[in-house]
């Protein structure tokens, strides 16, 4: 008897996973589905690749298969933040299903609006969804949630870095109040989190590993950069010297994406690049030829840093530095799935070293330095540092600090009879404004804003 046996799941669905060659469930699939199964509300801590997926999916099929209910509309709702993890969680609904008459229908923007109304109105068993699409349904009355029975929230602190807190709210208020919750998250640190775990009831809470601890199976790297013309040679200098087979490759802005794509591409990789402005059906077909081995290189934003299952990708490199520790460890952790090994290389220049630290502190540890064959930076980082890594200032002694004090100080007008201070230096990126003194910044001075 396989230990998935053991979890007393309907025949149909033992069926399905013998045929997919699973027979060892993972920690997340043991421990809640067995909770699931009791129909308690279930609150669960696990990152990506842990198998969380399939540890929703098999007690919600195996409670439909159960208990039928021929005459009712959606019984079960799947929400998602990302259009990439609607489709992933699509695909693993259908290899578990497969041996089953349960079917579901996917809500999702960037397609056409009309095609899933048709969809709505066949009624799905299961739905799953998005908050931003699934919310202009209900606006509209395409669908109703009156008989929905498991209301599931995957990567729930993605949702809510996505702004999509009073959507999850909305959707939560239009469900029926007698309803299992499960609620899936990489993290319970976000500051909206209290606000969406109140959907749930008493619920059982499951932490199944430390996201922050977790990935020591992935070789973690700093490369230093002086610039971006520097980085750009970087990029192309590592994926030759590890030899890989399938790289990633985040970027921060869509423009630096699509520049970083190019640039590769005119050399002999097959590289593909996504970002939030492409239409969807370009983006699955390039994701499609990613995972087939017809693209070595693929360049994204952080709109693929969740919801990417990817098997054997052999290396994620960090053009620009993660916004967040959080961030930091969706996009490495597209490599080193399922117990596999993985490398990660975060290239950091001058602006980026602040941010690097701290997530090093957040993650706390330390990321090895590696230095690429002929391209060493000139930049080594911060020219004093403590013990303790932070950069210290020359010491200044207290003539020279009254010197400097008594040069800034106020000056008095003796035209006007003003209090005036000498202007500010201009900074890197800004112009003065003659008129009012005020500070403005040059046109292109920022990064585009994130995904």
Request: proline content about 3%.
């Amino acid at each position: 008897m396989s230990n998935f046996e053991a979890l007393a799941l309907h025949p149909q669905l033992l069926k399905s996973i013998e045929s997919l060659g699973f027979t060892e469930p993972t920690e997340v699939q043991a421990r809640a589905v067995p909770v699931a199964m009791e129909g308690k509300d279930l609150l669960v801590t696990a990152k990506t690749g842990s198998g969380k997926t399939a540890a929703f999916l098999l007690p919600v099929l195996h409670r439909l298969l159960n208990v039928a209910a021929p005459n009712s509309g959606t019984r079960a709702l799947v929400l998602v933040p990302t259009r990439e993890l609607a489709l992933q969680t699509q695909k693993m609904f259908q290899a578990l299903a497969r041996f089953t008459q349960i079917r579901c229908g996917v809500v999702i923007g960037g397609e056409p609006y009309k095609y899933q109304v048709a969809t709505l109105r066949r009624n799905p068993e299961v739905l799953i969804a998005t908050p931003g699409r699934l919310v202009e349904h209900l606006e509209k009355r395409s669908l109703d949630f009156n008989d929905l029975e498991v209301l599931i929230m995957d990567e729930a602190d993605r949702m809510l870095d996505m702004g999509f807190a009073d959507d999850m709210q909305k959707i939560a208020g239009a469900a029926r109040t007698d309803r299992q919750n499960l609620l899936f998250s990489a993290t319970l640190k976000h500051k909206g989190m209290n606000q969406i775990l109140g959907i749930l009831e008493t619920p059982v809470s499951l932490q199944i590993d430390d996201f922050q601890q977790d990935h020591s199976n992935i070789h973690q790297q700093i490369v230093l950069a002086d610039d971006m013309a520097h980085k750009y040679r970087l990029v192309s200098g590592l994926i030759a010297e590890e030899q890989v087979q399938k790289s990633i490759v985040f970027c921060r802005t869509r423009v630096q994406c699509e520049e970083v794509g190019k640039n590769l591409a005119r050399g002999e990789l097959r590289v593909g690049f996504i970002h939030g402005e492409i239409p969807q059906s370009e983006r699955k077909q390039v994701l499609n030829r990613f995972r087939d081995n017809k693209l070595q290189v693929l360049v994204a934003t952080d709109v693929a840093a969740r919801g990417l299952d990817i098997a054997d990708v052999d290396l994620v490199i960090n053009f620009t530095v993660a916004h967040s520790g959080d961030e930091h460890v969706h996009r490495v952790g597209r490599t080193g799935r399922a117990g596999k090994t993985g490398k990660a290389v975060t290239l950091v220049d001058s602006f980026e070293w602040n941010k690097m630290t701290s997530i090093e502190r957040y993650l706390k540890i330390r990321f090895e330095h590696r230095v690429v064959a002929g391209m060493k930076a000139a930049y080594q980082g911060p020219k004093q540092l403590k013990k303790s890594g932070k950069a210290v200032g020359k010491k200044v002694k207290p003539a020279q600090r009254d010197q400097k004090r008594g040069q800034a100080k106020k000056r008095v007008n003796k035209d006007k009879g003003k209090r005036t201070t000498t202007a500010p230096a201009k900074k890197f990126g800004q112009v003065q404004d003659q008129r009012f003194g005020a500070m403005k910044r040059r046109p292109g001075s920022e990064d585009d804003a994130a995904e």
